[in-house]
């Protein structure tokens, strides 16, 4: 019959070697997920300038028909 330190051993060593591979697959993921925050930012980042863009161009012309009615 085994004791019970043996057993508190091998659940002991059952844990930490669990424990570095969730360590090991997070910093996989994270990497990975902070791999596609940036590619998604840059992506995200083109369309608001081109958003910003428009929106200027927009405001000119509103002030410009403004500037019209106004003569």
């Given at each position: 019959?085994?004791s ?68």
């Open positions: 019959m085994k019970h330190f043996a057993d508190e051993e091998r659940l002991r060593g059952r844990r930490e070697n669990s424990g570095e591979k969730r360590l090991g697959t997070n910093t996989y993921l994270g990497s990975l997920t902070s791999k596609t925050k940036r590619d998604f930012g840059e992506k995200t980042l083109g369309k608001r300038r081109e958003n910003l863009g428009n929106l200027a161009d927009e405001e000119r012309l509103r002030e410009r028909r403004e500037t019209s009615r106004t003569s």
